[in-house]
Nanobody, 123 residues
Framework: ADELVESGGGLVQPGGSLRLSCAAS????????MYWVRQAPGKGLEWISK????????YYSDSVKGRFIMSRDNVKDTVYLQMSNLKPEDTAVYHC????????????????WGQGTQVTVSS
């Protein structure tokens, strides 16, 4: 089942912005930490951001810190990733994932995993 569905990806020029959305359904969304994880072409999975259930605590990888902002709306059961000052190295498939805590670091640990949305940063 599609418990997590990402959207908002596309082609953008370096320095541009995009907002990704992840719609959750079929589980108790508010009780889960939500994550954004990306996979660049030919590369492994890279964790970039996570947010707690209440939405008042966020963490970011050094690669995106200061450029990306993660948020969630527990009324809409949706998590967002606002991406600014995009770089070519941000090109990747961006996945949304749900974890029962703040501990998830591999795909097998997540309770739910979205199929991803493609972000391409190129001039």
């Amino acid at each position: 089942a599609d418990e997590l569905v990402e959207s908002g990806g596309g082609l953008v020029q370096p320095g541009g912005s995009l907002r990704l959305s992840c719609a959750a359904s079929g589980f108790a969304f508010t009780y889960y930490w939500m994550y954004w994880v990306r996979q660049a072409p030919g590369k492994g999975l890279e964790w970039i951001s996570k947010i707690n259930g209440d939405g008042d605590t966020t963490y970011y990888s050094d690669s995106v810190k200061g450029r990306f902002i993660m948020s969630r709306d527990n009324v809409k059961d949706t998590v967002y990733l606002q991406m600014s000052n995009l770089k070519p190295e941000d090109t990747a498939v961006y996945h949304c994932a749900a974890c029962s805590g703040s501990y998830c670091s591999s795909k097998s640990q997540y309770s739910f995993w979205g199929q991803g949305t493609q972000v391409t940063v190129s001039s």
